[in-house]
């Protein structure tokens, strides 16, 4: 679905969507598998599990995170933990982002448009 093509006025219930595995080459798989639930073409909820790293990279449009459980690292800029909200520019190269190595991390990922990453390297 594109954004031309989700609906003008959409509401989901997080506990009522499936989380799905974000396969990706260049991430971790199976056990360590990030999953997201899929709520808007420009919208995730995810989920990294404890010790989960993915390389450096960016996003075609600006992305805000919101973290809502655990902990994430953003390359040389720390952590940032539940309850904060991060935004980034669209191109800015950053990373490796690692979750909490004991509780790993929840946080939704709003983008201007579809989300989308350019691998650094």
């Not at 991430?27 to 990294?48: E, S, T």
């Not at 390389?55 to 953003?74: C, D, I, M, Q, W």
């Not at 190269?93 to 983008?111: I, T």
């Amino acid at each position: 679905m594109s954004i031309d093509d989700a609906p003008a006025v959409w509401a989901k219930v997080l506990d009522e969507e499936p989380w799905v595995p974000y396969e990706d080459p260049h991430l971790p798989g199976g056990d360590q598998a990030a999953q997201v639930k899929i709520l808007a073409p420009n919208v995730f909820y995810a989920w990294f599990p404890p010790g989960y790293a993915a390389p450096e990279h960016s996003h075609p449009f600006n992305t805000t995170y919101h973290l809502v459980k655990g902990a994430l690292r953003f390359g040389d800029e720390g952590w940032v933990r539940a309850g904060s909200v991060r935004g980034v520019r669209a191109g800015h190269v950053y990373g490796p982002e690692e979750a909490d190595p004991a509780e790993g991390c929840e946080f939704l990922l709003v983008s201007d448009g579809p989300i989308g990453i350019d691998w650094a390297a």
